[in-house]
């Protein structure tokens, strides 16, 4: 599944870079890059010892799971399918896309005051017995090739296009609150990394190698991982989010710049007169 996945997504995307030249756009090639990026980040995931041993190996489904809701997702994100699409994509399709970017779900995702509770929920998983269930079912696994990174994306999107703006004291928020993701995204790998014993109720593994770990390790392993993967993912957030409050402090200052002088004095009036 995960190779098809891999085919359809190149071929798409390369569809829509070909129209979009033909119609006289210039696309990045930067942005073809970061989708190369993600398309072979997913692709080496599924292969090897995470994506093969991932039933039986703690660290290599968390690895797995960590790298598909931060990394792919974001060289995606940065890869801007939803603009390549309204650049050269069906003109139908991109009035969907962008009636799902404007609804009330997508603009609750795509700010960072949702996104720590969101990954919290996530890996918060990974603390109870169900992370033992999930991970040696071949159908959540197959579940989580495929929900992970949409989830992820639906994250980090909103935070890639252009024109979806707040105000600049919203753009502040979600600024400061992004820090406190840095602490969330850390609680559980801090908490399989420090427990005493395996929380997953999962007993050894089948693998028969001399460096298969034990159950113990295995789990303090995986919550080394998570806590540097979670904690590296957030720069790039951090870095978008900087950004989005830049355009939304420029746009509210060029906004106040094109006031006439009247109309700046019954501004200034009618915030005086809340105020008293």
Do not use: C, K
């Amino acid at each position: 599944m995960a190779t098809t996945l891999v085919v359809v997504a190149a071929a798409v995307y390369g569809r829509w870079v070909l129209a979009a030249r033909r119609r006289g756009a210039r696309w990045p090639w930067w942005r073809t890059v970061a989708f190369v990026a993600a398309l072979g980040l997913f692709a080496t995931l599924q292969s090897g010892i995470v994506g093969q041993d991932d039933r039986q190996l703690r660290w290599a489904f968390v690895l797995r799971l960590a790298t598909l809701f931060f990394a792919v997702p974001a060289f995606a994100a940065a890869a801007g399918p939803l603009a390549l699409l309204r650049t050269g994509g069906p003109t139908r399709l991109s009035g969907a896309a962008a009636a799902v970017l404007r609804s009330r779900p997508a603009r609750l995702l795509g700010n960072a005051i949702v996104a720590p509770l969101v990954a919290l929920a996530v890996f918060g998983v990974l603390l109870t017995p169900l992370a033992g269930v999930l991970r040696q079912s071949f159908l959540s696994t197959e579940a989580v090739t495929v929900l992970v990174p949409v989830l992820g994306f639906l994250l980090l999107a909103p935070l890639s296009e252009v024109g979806v703006l707040h105000s600049s004291a919203f753009a502040t928020a979600e600024f400061l609150l992004a820090f406190v993701e840095l602490v969330l995204d850390a609680v559980p790998a801090v908490v399989m990394r420090v427990s005493g014993h395996v929380l997953d109720g999962a007993g050894r593994t089948t693998l028969h190698v001399p460096w298969t770990p034990s159950p113990l390790q295995d789990q303090h392993l995986a919550g080394d991982l998570l806590w540097f993967i979670a904690e590296v993912a957030d720069v790039p957030v951090l870095i978008a989010l900087f950004v989005r409050w830049q355009r939304s402090d420029r746009r509210e200052a060029r906004a106040v710049d094109d006031l006439t002088d009247e109309q700046m004095a019954a501004l200034t009036r009618e915030h005086l007169r809340r105020r008293s």
